[in-house]
């Protein structure tokens, strides 16, 4: 008994003096985001075209206007730091992309610390802090330098000031959620949340309709530049945009002319779209959140209290999004939004039966403790295989400076851009008419591959000069060839990965129309 008085005392130290837990939980944030960082790996996908707009604007000082990014305001905003940092080659560039974005996921811990503290005393907002610092999906998107980052920081000020008491701050909040609109064209359903909840808090007073009005005014004001130079550039506003460019691609998906898209078809696409958005919504809250959250929100329903109502109509708004884009996509990161609020529902769980037991410090030690274990037997269980996917980008570098066609099923394919843009770096291509990043190789389709001989033959004039095959393919004639090359005369070997005492297993080999057109 006596040493769980003196842990409770000496943990005591911690829960009055936040800051010091603060900078605590932030370095164990930062330890983590290390221990996983795809350090002399390039940017993929959706990154890598944030980084290519980020870039140019810190090369010319001014937004492109060849081509252009429907949610740019992380690009505009990663640029700045481009603009002041300089680095030498292409890879240290993108890690630094990384650095900024895991950094802001870092910083979040403020904001999200001070919004629990809305609702709780400052031990438990703490823990509130802990869960999102220690979430394993936000660590692991914090490193992919995309929009989320900085979305969610930008959501989390936003409500902190408009659950404030000063009603200054909450109409900076709608400036706030103004700029994470810019970042996301979602926060326009926060808007619209906030706008709803400000009309419910203040209808009693007389000014009401003029403050709501400002609010408004003020919303406009931050999202006006942005949307103006949008129109005036490329003609469209960027953010209601994406929504009638995603209905369109409803329409495409339907594989029914869009003239005759009846009113049940619709139904269909937003019942599989709910469908969708339930299913992704209990991979999101695996780890933590799976026993926190819904015991949490059937504990917010019971208080009917005007705070508490607000988190589940905010959930609910900002569900909105996530559910139309789970019409045509699969990705956990659209429910992101909603973990500042899990984070809150989490702790009113916590919270109901911490304060059942009378150490209750020792416990809240305990419960962090917890989070932090399951967030790293998470991000074991997820955790990529960095040397090869290293091994891919390097060999991709490899195939670009001794190719100029190859086939499509090898995982170095993925890689391919990046390894091009390093190769020409500082050098950047123009962009294709569709704004896709160009791609000097030609990589020929293999996934009807029956005959390697047809397919080399049928090929040809698609610009195939090499295959390329790795020991993970499921290809049995390309695992054929990987294996017994020696029976294919047409084939010389040029590269194979084992002789540079590479993890990645995969063989390179040029293709001698000649010798099997002769055959």
């Known amino acids: 008994m006596q040493i769980l008085n003196s842990m409770e005392n000496k943990l005591q130290i911690f829960t009055q003096h936040v800051w010091i837990s603060l900078i605590f939980l932030c370095i164990g944030g930062i330890i983590l985001r290390i221990f996983y960082f795809p350090f002399n790996l390039p940017i993929t996908l959706d990154g890598l075209f944030y980084f290519w707009f980020a870039y140019d604007i810190s090369i010319t000082g001014n937004l492109p206007m060849e081509y252009y990014i429907e949610n740019d305001g992380w690009p505009i905003f990663l640029g700045f730091w481009l603009q002041i940092f300089h680095f030498e080659n292409f890879l240290e560039y993108v890690t630094f992309q990384r650095v900024i974005s895991s950094s802001l996921s870092i910083v979040t811990i403020i904001p999200i610390f001070l919004l629990c503290k809305k609702f709780f005393n400052q031990k438990y907002a703490l823990i509130g802090a802990a869960i999102f610092v220690f979430e394993p999906r936000l660590i692991q998107n914090s490193l992919l330098g995309i929009t989320e980052p900085l979305y969610l920081l930008l959501i989390s000020i936003s409500l902190v000031l408009f659950f404030s008491e000063n009603k200054k701050f909450i109409f900076i909040s709608f400036a706030i959620v103004a700029l994470a609109t810019i970042v996301r064209s979602e926060g326009l359903f926060l808007f619209i949340a906030f706008s709803i909840l400000y009309v419910l808090k203040f209808r009693t007073n007389k000014q009401m309709i003029a403050k709501y009005a400002l609010a408004i005014f003020i919303f406009i004001l931050v999202l006006l530049p942005s949307v103006s130079y949008r129109v005036d550039n490329y003609g469209h506003d960027g953010i209601l ?140 269980y997820k955790k990529i295989d960095y040397e090869l996917e290293r091994d891919s980008f390097e060999i991709a570098g490899i195939v670009s400076n001794i190719a100029s066609g190859i086939n499509s099923s090898t995982e170095i394919s993925k890689y391919m851009k990046t390894a091009e843009i390093n190769k020409n770096w500082p050098k950047l291509p123009s962009l294709n008419t569709d704004n896709s990043i160009p791609l000097e190789i030609k990589i020929i389709s293999d996934k009807s591959l029956i005959s390697i001989k047809s397919f080399i033959l049928d090929s040809k004039s698609k610009g195939l000069t090499h295959l390329v095959i790795d020991e993970e393919s499921e290809n049995k004639k390309l695992m054929e060839i990987f294996y017994n090359f020696e029976k294919y005369s047409f084939l010389e070997k040029v590269y194979d990965s084992k002789d540079d005492n590479r993890k990645l297993g995969v063989k390179i080999f040029k293709i001698n129309f000649d010798k099997l057109i002769n055959q």
């Open 241 to 380: 945009n994406k929504i009638i460019r995603s209905t369109g691609e409803i329409k495409l998906s339907s594989n029914i002319e869009s003239s005759n898209i009846e009113f049940s078809d619709w139904i269909s696409f937003l019942i599989n779209g709910l469908i969708n958005t339930i299913k992704f919504l209990g991979w999101d809250l695996i780890p933590i959140f799976i026993i926190f959250v819904p015991i949490g929100f059937l504990l917010v329903i019971k208080r009917r209290n005007f705070k508490e109502f607000s988190i589940i109509l905010i959930i609910f708004m900002m569900s909105g999004p996530a559910w139309f884009a789970y019409l045509n996509n699969s990705d956990t990161r659209f429910l992101f939004i909603l973990y500042p609020l899990f984070c809150i529902l989490s702790v009113f769980t916590i919270e109901k039966f911490a304060n059942k037991i009378k150490k209750n410090n020792i416990i809240i030690v305990i419960l962090i403790l917890g989070i932090l274990i399951s967030s790293i037997l998470f991000l074991e």
